[in-house]
């Protein structure tokens, strides 16, 4: 079945540090990739998506390009805020099946220091 | 604000208890989905409904129902609860014809004593 595997956290940064969060993720058929933020006390809200391979979704300082052949979506911000500390979940959508459940990774902490 | 509302915001009941917990999509959405987030098994998708019918089905506990109305909320029954039940309760939607960009709602924490 349909699996995503994020990097564990918690990842801690300096304001002002590169961010890279790892995904890769298992499909059987063509998947739509996404990453969700969730701050502490709050929902899930959508952060970026890509829809197909090569695709780069992007939002808020926050870019992350569907590479088919690795089989990943990796999150990555030039520069981090303070605000930006929440969990981050990858998912995914996989078309082939029925219905467009996501599955998620096991999401992953950043906690940015000022 | 995603446009999806949930309530309660939180729930506290006891064991073998039954409670609901409603949902209502942003407008327009037909797709409503159901997810249970706990410390163990993190996001875990439960049940879609589109517009009334039940679409596909994850990993939810026969104890657990759902049902969407004609006015595209839905509801989401838990019964003869458990401890193991704690945990926050997410409701999405989605657009007819982007079916796989599902916006969240805030969640209903539920807390079985």
């Known amino acids: 079945g349909d699996s995503v595997t994020q990097m564990e956290g918690p990842v801690t940064l300096s304001e002002e540090a590169f961010l890279t969060i790892n995904c890769t993720y298992t499909?059987?058929?063509?998947?739509?990739l996404f990453w969700y933020v969730q701050y502490p006390g709050e929902g899930l809200q959508l952060l970026l998506k890509?829809?197909?391979?090569?695709d780069k979704g992007s939002n808020k300082g926050f870019e992350a390009t569907y590479r088919k052949e690795t089989t990943s979506f990796h999150l990555e911000k030039g520069s981090v805020q303070v605000s930006d500390s929440a969990v981050y979940f990858c998912?995914?959508?996989?078309?082939?099946?029925?219905?467009?459940?996501?599955?998620f990774g096991g999401g992953t902490r950043l906690m940015v220091k000022p | 604000d995603s446009g999806v509302t949930q309530t309660p915001k939180h729930l506290i009941t006891a064991t073998g208890q039954r409670v609901t917990l409603r949902c209502s999509p942003r407008?327009?959405?037909?797709?409503v989905y159901w997810y249970q987030q706990s410390l163990d098994q993190g996001l875990q998708f439960l049940i879609q409904?589109?517009?009334?019918?039940?679409?596909a089905k994850g990993n939810i506990l026969e104890r657990f129902s759902a049902q969407q109305f004609p006015d595209l909320h839905s509801e989401l029954n838990l019964s003869s609860l458990e401890l193991g039940d704690s945990a926050l309760y997410f409701c999405?939607?989605?657009?007819?014809?982007?079916?796989?960009?599902?916006?969240f709602g805030p969640g209903t924490r539920l807390l079985v004593l």
């Open positions: 999405a939607s989605s657009v007819r014809g982007r079916e796989e960009t599902q916006y």
């Open positions: 499909a059987t058929g063509y998947p739509s």
């Open positions: 890509a829809t197909k391979a090569d």
């Open positions: 998912a995914l959508s996989d078309r082939d099946n029925a219905g467009n459940m996501l599955t």
């Open positions: 407008s327009g959405d037909l797709s």
């Open positions: 409904y589109y517009n009334g019918e039940e679409r």
